[in-house]
């Protein structure tokens, strides 16, 4: 236990190590039935006299506070054997001014987590459109487990230490090699191993944005982007999305009147309409980010997800060479804790990113980095990818056959093609932040609009549902719990 002394305060020693005690029991960070070091013990670690420990037990022990146990040694009272009756500790502490600054606002972009609003209700069962994950269900914990040991059984000391600062060059080279029948051609040298997409995204953002940059997005668009591009200070600019993604006929004026550093688009199923983008557009997007130079960062994030249609080049495929960065990542397939992405780039900014990796993390995980190569060399990964694909288009079609049964005539919503998402409009004179706490208390959460806007206005109406995260009769069963929150609150503004 290290306790800070300050032996040149008038405040006595024993007293010191008393208040210390203390406020952690009254913080909780001293929990019940937690031993305390023996007196000998620590006043030799304090360097102070051990009659000194013993008098600042005595005072915490006559306050109730804790109690010997006969040759067992001292310990935390419970609660209920306080002497100092309900008191408990105000949480408050004296801050410095600087702290000021970071109270008010809130980091831009950020939302609540409606999944934990769910939770709070206490409903007996609760059914969540809000995660931006698959099915934990379908999540291959024991095959991983058993990758895991079999690499720490071949591998040794070298799956734990930090391995090279691109990341595990057999996993890089595996990259490539999906990549490849995905129409991408890129080499080894320049895959970088990252964190989850949401690391990629910020790597490129902190190595290419600075305070007072404009970037082109999507609106809407994934929020976690829209968030950090704020938190840098670089001024999002949306660009509408339809059923075929950006509209990209606005965006060579959009880049006359901006001057913008770097384009974001999710080209594939974006997040959270679904749209895909078009093949056209795709070309016409790559054309005018070369005619203007600026940099493409696109995010595949569920590109393998594809329940119909035709599949659509990557833009990083029609890239000729260092115009477009692309991401993606294990994560949303495997396990969301798996935190396991990459960028495709080359060029002087791949060296750049890799710099900026260092500086954040030093290195992604090289166990589990060394655990997905194996997995997916051995073929799981593409059964995996196979299994949810399927399952995941049938709950496509049964959230889709849920709207039209359940939700009013004038709810708007595009078929998806693939991905997590559907998104749904609202009439006008209904807002999802006010039918969120409705839905709540029925039961079902949803993700509202406002945050996948530059301007989070713009998104009042609007709604996220994932649907694949819940089985069929779950689905069913949640939008008709979604159909009855909208009812009321149609009633409400009615009445």
Same mark, same amino acid.
């Given at each position: 236990?290290? !306790? ?15 208040? +210390? !005690? ?5 913080? &909780? ?71 000021? *600054? ?6 831009? @972009? ?18 969540? +459109?809000?995660?931006? !994950? ?15 040991? %079999?690499? #720490? *059984? ?68 994934? =929020?976690?982007?829209?968030?950090? +591009?704020? %938190?840098? =200070?670089?001024?999002?600019? =949306? ?76 833009? *990083? ?12 990542? +294990? ?69 889709? *056959? ?15 093609? &693939? @991905? ?14 006010? #039918? ?12 509202? @609009?406002?945050?996948?806007? /530059? ?16 089985? /069929? ?6 939008? !008709? ?15």
């Amino acid at each position: 236990m290290r !306790i800070p002394i300050d032996r040149e305060s008038d405040v006595p020693v024993y007293h010191q190590v008393e208040e +210390f !005690i203390r406020q952690g029991i009254l913080s &909780g960070s001293l929990q019940a039935e937690t031993r305390l070091p023996a007196s000998r013990r620590l006043g030799a670690d304090l360097g102070i006299n051990r009659i000194t420990i013993e008098k600042a037990y005595g005072e915490l022990e006559a306050k109730g506070l804790i109690y010997t146990r006969m040759g067992s040694g001292t310990y935390v009272s419970t609660q209920q054997r306080f002497q100092e009756g309900s008191r408990t500790p105000n949480g408050k502490i004296s801050l410095p001014m600087w702290q000021d *600054k970071f109270a008010n606002p809130a980091m831009p @972009g950020l939302a609540e987590d409606e999944d934990l609003l769910l939770l709070a209700s206490g409903h007996p069962d609760p059914i969540s +459109f809000s995660t931006g !994950i698959g099915d934990a269900n379908l999540f291959p914990v024991d095959d991983f487990r058993k990758v895991i040991q %079999a690499v #720490l *059984k071949r591998d040794g000391m070298a799956a734990l230490e930090y391995g090279e600062r691109e990341g595990y060059q057999p996993l890089r080279s595996m990259i490539v090699q999906i990549l490849a029948s995905q129409g991408v051609q890129t080499q080894a040298e320049n895959v970088l191993i990252t964190a989850g997409s949401q690391q990629a995204i910020s790597l490129v953002s902190q190595t290419i944005l600075h305070a007072g940059d404009v970037v082109l997005v999507e609106k809407p668009t994934y =929020g976690g982007a829209l968030s950090l +591009f704020k %938190a840098l =200070g670089a001024i999002p600019i =949306g660009l509408p999305v339809d059923e075929n993604g950006m509209q990209v006929d606005q965006l060579e004026n959009a880049l006359r009147m901006h001057h913008p550093k770097m384009i974001y688009t999710i080209p594939n199923f974006q997040n959270p309409t679904g749209a895909c983008m078009s093949g056209q557009r795709r070309r016409k997007l790559i054309s005018l980010a070369d005619q203007y130079n600026i940099p493409i960062l696109e995010d595949d994030f569920v590109g393998d997800l594809r329940y119909e249609g035709f599949a659509k080049p990557a833009l *990083k495929s029609l890239d000729p060479g260092g115009r477009v960065i692309y991401i993606s990542t +294990f994560s949303k397939m495997l396990m969301p804790g798996l935190r396991m992405g990459y960028i495709v780039t080359e060029g002087p900014l791949f060296k750049r990113l890799v710099e900026w990796k260092v500086l954040n993390d030093l290195a992604s995980s090289n166990l589990l980095q060394r655990a997905l190569e194996s997995y997916v060399t051995v073929g799981r990964y593409q059964a995996h990818l196979r299994k949810a694909t399927q399952m995941y288009g049938k709950r496509c079609e049964t959230v889709i *056959k849920a709207i039209h049964s359940y939700l009013p005539v004038d709810v708007r919503f595009t078929r998806p093609q &693939g @991905g997590l998402f559907i998104w749904l409009r609202l009439p006008e004179n209904l807002s999802a932040q006010e #039918l969120l706490p409705l839905a709540i208390k029925k039961g079902v959460s949803f993700t509202v @609009g406002n945050p996948f806007f /530059p301007d989070p206005q713009e998104g009042e109406h609007c709604l996220r549902l994932n649907f694949v995260a819940e089985p /069929p009769d779950r689905i069913e069963q949640g939008i !008709i719990r979604l159909s009855e929150a909208i009812q009321q609150l149609q009633q409400q503004k009615s009445g």
